[in-house]
């Protein structure tokens, strides 16, 4: 079986046979069985990238939000979202509120398109006070007028932990650490039933591509307006926006630990993340090669759950 992408879409007419193929720019590297197939194209026409699974499309970037088309664009999303939560009939969304600005810009766009959105904070003990994201977060609340809540997941998150078990204890703080956003995710989507809501997803492409988030954690959503937005083009929204200087200005972290930051963890920046999304480089070439190798390592987040099935 042969699979094809015509040029009419924009891509170059290529014809793959179905192996365990990853293509990076220039590069064509075997994937371990383990992997699903994934192929990475150059979409020549828009100078964008573009993320294909064998019979599945995973992302494909075609736009590039910017200074001068942003009101369009966060026109189009919000009335996206719009009609997304109006087809399915529900009351409104929830959205996991962190103070970070890809959650904050979420809540803005929803809030732009009309619908009833309820913000939700979910510190760890006094976590957030510690980092300011409790601060951050009632300063959107109140600029904007959010309904919101808030609720403690400590003594939830304490008592799913499991005790060290040799030799299962290799990575116990990663392990403990994702609890958390697993946990937050079990609140919301609660919450939401109550209510007849979606659950708004936050996570943006920069993340997704290099797998920078938890699977059934802040990965696990109904629908979400950000999948498709490189970072700079979260903060371009957010600039549009109006969102507090504090939430665009400070650097990104997904909370999990005192002191955590993105980029930090990642060892690359989102700058550096976005130019590979959008050029197929980095311009480094060795972060190129730990680009690729999250990539490959993570694909499974972003990939259909495989079913047994005889063909």
């Not at 993340?273 to 311009?283: E, H, K, L, P």
Request: proline share 5%.
């Amino acid at each position: 079986m042969m699979y094809s992408f015509s040029a009419n879409q924009g891509i170059n007419k290529r014809f793959f046979t179905p192996q365990r193929y990853i293509f990076f720019p220039y590069k064509l590297k075997k994937l371990p069985d383990s992997i699903p197939r994934l192929v990475f194209f150059h979409h020549k026409s828009s100078n964008m990238c573009i993320f294909v699974a064998l019979d599945n499309l995973i992302f494909m970037k075609s736009f590039l939000i910017n200074e001068k088309n942003v009101a369009d664009y966060a026109e189009k999303i919000a009335a996206w979202i719009k009609e997304k939560v109006e087809q399915a009939h529900r009351k409104g969304v929830v959205l996991g509120m962190s103070g970070g600005v890809d959650c904050s810009v979420a809540a803005r766009l929803c809030q732009l398109a009309g619908v009833d959105v309820h913000l939700v904070l979910m510190p760890y003990g006094d976590d957030m006070k510690n980092i300011k994201s409790h601060d951050h977060s009632m300063e959107l609340i109140e600029k904007f007028n959010f309904p919101y809540h808030a609720f403690d997941i400590k003594p939830a998150v304490d008592a799913l932990i499991i005790p060290d078990v040799s030799p299962y204890s290799k990575n116990s703080e990663l392990s403990r650490a994702n609890i958390r956003p697993r946990v937050r995710m079990t609140y919301l989507y609660q919450f939401a039933q109550l209510g007849n809501r979606f659950v708004m997803g936050t996570g943006n492409l920069s993340e997704r591509t290099v797998g920078y988030f938890t699977k059934w954690g802040d990965g696990a959503c109904d629908l979400n307006p950000m999948a498709m937005l490189v970072k700079q083009e979260v903060y371009t929204l957010a600039r549009y926006l109006e969102l507090p200087a504090g939430i665009i200005t400070k650097k990104p972290s997904a909370g999990l630990w005192e002191g955590q930051t993105d980029e930090n963890e990642l060892g690359m920046s989102y700058a550096e993340i976005d130019a590979y999304i959008i050029s197929g480089t980095s311009g480094n070439p060795e972060t190129d090669r730990k680009l690729e190798e999250r990539i490959t390592m993570s694909a499974h987040k972003n990939a259909q759950i495989p079913f047994f099935e005889i063909k």
